[in-house]
T-cell receptor
Framework: NAGVTQTPKFRILKIGQSMTLQCTQDMNHNYMYWYRQDPGMGLKLIYYSVGAGITDKGEVPNGYNVSRSTTEDFPLRLELAAPSQTSVYFC???????????FGQGTRLTVV | DQQVKQNSPSLSVQEGRISILNCDYTNSMFDYFLWYKKYPAEGPTFLISISSIKDKNEDGRFTVFLNKSAKHLSLHIVPSQPGDSAVYFCAASGGDMRFGAGTRLTVKP
């Protein structure tokens, strides 16, 4: 009964480094999302996917890349990390036709 | 472009009273509106939703009202309980899903 699983839970990156935030879901949901939440702010949509092989930009896609090769996995890639990418990242999934999304526990990323 | 807005960052109510959380949106193409609850160090959890073709949806102590002409929705919690203390996010769905900034609700015993 895992739901949406994100790894790692915490990470510290140096400026200019790259990393991939992993997200996997076992509910056979076709929609998946990546959000970031800055302190005191709401969730901003980075990228989303409506199915394997299909991705689309959200509100704040710059500095990130995604891929969706399977229904289960939706990794988020950060290239050339910058301090402005310090945030908590949430992955979510939903079943097309039903609006409610299920969220992972989040990844707290600090870029120094 | 803030399509979903929650203008009250915080709300404090007494236990047993009504909590009313408000949300405004700008995009008339949204077809579902949702409320999520978030505790510290956890991901948001779905609370209640409403379709754009309805004006009210009730689930136990939680009721969501939608006023399409005003592009406004609200969440009513009656009676409020200390365990309801959390950050509440309004969200709107229409292809993707957009969130407001959240309102921190504190219910005092």
């Amino acid at each position: 009964n895992a739901g949406v699983t994100q790894t790692p839970k915490f990470r510290i990156l140096k400026i200019g480094q790259s990393m991939t935030l992993q997200c996997t879901q076992d509910m056979n949901h076709n929609y998946m999302y990546w959000y970031r939440q800055d302190p005191g702010m709401g969730l901003k949509l980075i990228y989303y996917s409506v199915g394997a092989g299909i991705t689309d930009k959200g509100e704040v896609p710059n500095g990130y890349n995604v891929s969706r090769s399977t229904t289960e996995d939706f990794p988020l890639r950060l290239e050339l990390a910058a301090p402005s990418q310090t945030s908590v990242y949430f992955c979510a999934s939903s079943y097309g036709g039903r609006p409610e999304a299920f969220f992972g526990q989040g990844t707290r990323l600090t870029v120094v | 472009d803030q399509q979903v807005k929650q203008n009250s960052p915080s709300l404090s109510v007494q236990e047993g009273r009504i909590s009313i959380l408000n949300c405004d949106y700008t995009n008339s193409m949204f077809d579902y509106f949702l409320w999520y609850k978030k505790y510290p160090a956890e991901g948001p959890t779905f609370l209640i939703s409403i379709s754009s073709i309805k004006d009210k949806n009730e689930d136990g102590r939680f009721t969501v009202f939608l006023n399409k002409s005003a592009k406004h929705l609200s969440l009513h919690i009656v009676p409020s309980q200390p365990g309801d203390s959390a950050v509440y996010f309004c969200a709107a769905s229409g292809g993707d899903m957009r969130f407001g900034a959240g309102t921190r609700l504190t219910v005092k015993p």
